[in-house]
């Protein structure tokens, strides 16, 4: 599978021109698949939108490379193929299709070919009914929407979405959610950083947890998922009934144990006659693993700075 | 070339406001042909005329200081550079646009002077030609405060802007008249100031090209900073 982003090494300094340099990112290393949906975590001021920022050459790295769709960051012909959603989203007032068309022109569209992809976009959004009102009186949500729509205007291959969702109501955030399962359905790659890790449970294939600049964790959403030590032993056991009209009675057990545990356990369960249903290893949350890697991350800092 | 002239009226739309105030300006230069008899008045007429040509130079600068700033503050440059738009197409696009603004000024300002002064008999053509001097000034002048704003507040570049242009001009009276076709603003407008109904005109135009030249190489400098610059972090 080919790489459609890629950060080698980068690091990226702050220097202001009065106080100590900030360290934003460091030795950042990531990779990108083609066709994949990948999730960018991080609490706030961990380097994520710094990181957005370099893929989308506003900023150039201290030090280290990267790579997007075959070509260093910063080249503006590899943006043609890159739909971008800044978090916060900024536009000019003007009516949304006239927008939208701006920005596709402004990426190589022209003619029925841009009016054309300017109200497939509107409509992805689903917001073609407002395609002549002014942006500038729409609310921040929809404002939000023809912020994604402009990133769509040029059919993508890859879309950069920082924060796409955060200020949706949770119909509209169905709707985002549905557009990027299509999007990946017709085989584009997304690059989503988002705070809301429910979302990103749902949506991503692979997801990446950056604290303080420096990549904590790297996998498969699934694997992050199920990579817990617990393991949850669900057991039978038949015992008397205190029923008039009924001999026994079945006693369903629901135990939680440590991987080391397991073996112990189960030999336990059958020795006492219960029967094993399942054994499972313990779902968790995406936001269980981000608080657990941003601890992991605040007492490796604080041991090193002891 | 889509990409500078899409940008360029994307700024002229943005600014659509202060110019349109500044068009009114002259307009109101144009009610005073209705209202008082001009052939009396000839100086007087004259004098705003030259007052509205420097208004002209003074909003060229703002806009070219400015205009950077303000996108980055508004965080709307962010969706436009993350098109395919290279930085130096991104700056071009806005000297571009600031010439537009200043294009529709000058025009606004020669129609009105065609009627005003052009009938109480300042000479048509040395009008257009003064039109033309103005043209190359706000560009020239818009040219060094976009460079300036490339790596300063719009304060700070404005007053650099008033140091750079009126440096030369400053350096002319003490060095040499060589001196005066370094960043010509102050001489195009000289030519402009000493404009008169009586006496005779000539036209320089390799003044005018000469600072079409010089506001081409600046914006290329320009450029050519702005695509080394981060464009995303805290502003000041």
């Not at chain 1, 393991?231 to 029923?243: E, F, G, P, Q, Y």
């Not at chain 2, 965080?75 to 395919?84: C, E, F």
């Not at chain 2, 700056?91 to 009105?112: E, K």
Request: glycine fraction near 8%; aromatic fraction near 8%.
């Amino acid at each position: 599978m080919s790489s459609v982003l890629q950060f080698e090494q980068v690091s990226k300094v702050y220097r202001p021109w009065l106080g100590r340099p900030v360290t934003a990112l460091r030795d950042f290393s990531l990779k990108v698949e083609c066709g994949e949906i990948f999730g960018f975590l991080g609490p706030n001021g961990a380097g994520k939108t710094t990181a957005i920022h370099l893929v989308m050459g506003f900023m150039q790295p201290s030090s280290g490379s990267g790579i997007l769709l075959g070509r260093p960051f910063g080249d503006a012909h590899s943006r043609r193929r890159v739909g971008f959603l800044a978090e916060n989203v900024a536009l000019y007032h003007r009516p949304a299709a006239s927008l939208v068309k701006f920005y596709g022109a402004l990426n190589g569209l022209r003619g029925a070919e841009l009016d054309r992809r300017a109200a497939a976009a509107l409509d992805a959004v689903q917001l073609t009914s407002e395609a002549r009102r002014n942006v500038g009186k729409f609310s921040r949500g929809m404002a939000q929407r023809v912020g994604l729509a402009q990133a769509l205007v040029n059919d993508p291959e890859l879309l950069v979405l920082d924060e796409p969702t955060s200020a949706l109501d949770p119909i509209a955030r169905v709707v985002v959610r549905e557009l990027l399962l299509k999007l990946r359905g017709e085989g584009k790659s997304v690059f989503l950083s988002s705070h809301l890790l429910s979302e990103v449970e749902l949506v991503c294939d692979r997801v990446a947890i950056v604290v303080k600049g420096r990549l904590m964790r790297l996998g498969r959403t699934a694997d992050l998922l199920h990579s817990s030590e617990q393991m949850r032993i669900l057991h039978r056991r038949i015992v008397a009934s205190d029923s008039p009209t009924a001999t026994t009675r079945m006693q369903l057990q629901d135990e939680v144990v440590s991987r080391r545990e397991l073996p112990g356990a189960l030999q336990r369960i059958w020795s006492a006659g219960d029967e094993v249903l399942s054994v499972n290893p313990m779902q968790r949350t995406m936001e269980e693993i981000f608080l657990e890697v941003t601890a992991e991350a605040e007492s490796a800092d604080q041991a090193s700075s002891a | 070339m889509r990409g500078v002239l899409l940008i360029a009226s994307n700024f002229a739309r943005e600014q659509r406001w202060p110019i349109l105030l500044l068009i009114l300006g002259v307009l109101a230069l144009a009610l005073m042909g209705l209202t008082v008899d001009l052939q009396k008045q000839q100086e007087d007429a004259l004098f705003l005329f030259k007052e509205l040509s420097i208004y002209g130079i003074a909003f060229s600068v703002f806009f070219g200081g400015s205009a950077i700033n303000t996108e980055r503050r508004s965080r709307r440059i962010l969706a436009v550079l993350s098109k395919s738009i290279s930085r130096s197409q991104y700056v071009m696009g806005l000297l571009a646009g600031v010439g537009l603004a200043a294009g529709l000024y000058c025009f606004t300002l020669g129609i009105t002077g065609t009627w005003l002064l052009g009938d109480i008999g300042f000479s048509r053509s040395h009008l257009w030609f003064l039109m033309a001097c103005l043209l190359a000034a706000c560009l020239l002048a818009a040219s060094v405060s976009v460079l300036y704003s490339t790596f300063l507040n719009p304060f700070l570049a404005t007053i650099a802007t008033a140091l750079t242009l009126t440096l030369p001009a400053g350096t002319t009276r003490f060095a040499g008249a060589g001196w005066q076709h370094v960043l010509p603003v102050h001489t195009l407008m000289d030519v402009v100031l000493q404009a008169a109904f009586r006496g005779d005109w000539v036209a320089d135009w390799t003044l005018v090209a000469l600072s079409l030249v010089q506001a081409a190489g600046i914006c290329g400098l320009a450029a050519w900073i702005f695509t080394s610059r981060d464009i995303a972090v805290a502003l000041d």
